[in-house]
């Protein structure tokens, strides 16, 4: 049983001759976390557990230190953005806390590092009194755009100290 070959977001994306071999989008990192830029390789779908895909690396990367030929990745299909995205698990652990806006450039809707490694290299050490409700990262695919993450988990009204949020934030011009 191969549930992948009927998700609507990988439906036409695999090769005709090999029905599970899809072009997948690895990375080391995204453009804060490392200069390496990211590569499409061509992946074999071995496994899918709640929309995470397993699958095996077919050709070698040219310049990636992270992945191999043989080696096996996650990956996402996202909901916007080209091609399916290689995932950590440290990524996957982080995700359902935090929304992630489409990138102003191609449409990426997932990010290739972890919001708290993201964090750390934006942001100089806050207080231990404040909160960081969002941010804007540079697209891991484009580089050109810009993708904002926003927490999922605001502190209670009353331990916090934000202001009143409107519904509809200034930054946020597709709503």
Request: hydrophobic share 30%; aromatic share 10%.
């Amino acid at each position: 049983m191969t549930p992948w070959r009927d998700n609507p977001r990988l439906k036409g994306k695999f090769h005709p001759d090999f029905p599970d071999d899809i072009e997948v989008i690895v990375h080391d990192g995204g453009p804060h976390m490392t200069n390496h830029r990211p590569e499409n390789i061509w992946v074999r779908v071995t496994g899918c557990q709640e929309q995470v895909y397993t699958g095996t690396v077919l050709n070698q990367p040219y310049q990636l230190d992270r992945v191999r030929l043989g080696s096996t990745i996650k990956f996402l299909a996202p909901e916007g953005g080209e091609h399916p995205v290689m995932v950590t698990d440290k990524y996957l652990s982080e995700r359902d806390d935090w929304t992630i806006y489409p990138c102003t450039s191609c449409g990426l809707t997932e990010l290739f590092d972890a919001p708290s490694d993201l964090i750390r290299v934006l942001f100089p050490p806050k207080p231990e009194n404040r909160v960081l409700v969002s941010f804007t990262s540079k697209c891991g695919a484009c580089a050109d755009g810009v993708q904002v993450v926003e927490t999922k988990n605001f502190p209670d009204e009353e331990e916090s100290s934000l202001p009143d949020r409107p519904a509809k934030k200034w930054w946020q011009f597709w709503k």
